[in-house]
């Protein structure tokens, strides 16, 4: 069983900033790419950032600018850096690997909350 666990989501006024973090075995790290989705309520899962081993990253238009991904390859841990939050960005979030091989192979956290409320 692949576990990626996320912390750091919470309660943040609007124009805050937040930082998750998701830590991934070794094994699926250092091959995959790792990404960044939410979820808001009664809405589908949409992909808010990716990035490739390196710096190739890919962010979701509605958060460029505000929210900056990076990974700690020496760490096996991604970061969401997220600024200038608003309430827009209310929703779980939640890590994903993706591996692709001949097949694709998809492992995801458990979610994280983050609430941007006054």
């Known amino acids: 069983q692949v576990q990626l666990v996320e912390s750091g989501g919470g309660l943040v006024q609007p124009g805050g900033s937040l930082r998750l973090s998701c830590v991934a075995p070794?094994?699926?790290?250092?091959?995959?790419?790792m990404g960044w989705y939410r979820q808001a309520p009664g809405k589908q899962r949409e992909l808010v950032a990716v990035?490739?081993?390196?710096?190739?990253?890919n962010y979701a238009d509605s958060v460029k600018g505000r929210f900056t991904i990076s990974r700690d390859n020496a760490q096996n841990t991604v970061y969401l850096q997220m600024n200038s939050l608003n309430p827009e960005d209310t929703a779980v979030y939640y890590c994903n690997a993706q591996i692709r091989q001949s097949r694709v192979y998809s492992y995801w956290g458990q979610g994280t909350q983050v609430t941007v409320s006054s």
């Open positions: 070794r094994i699926i790290f250092s091959v995959a790419e």
């Open positions: 990035i490739i081993s390196g710096s190739s990253t």
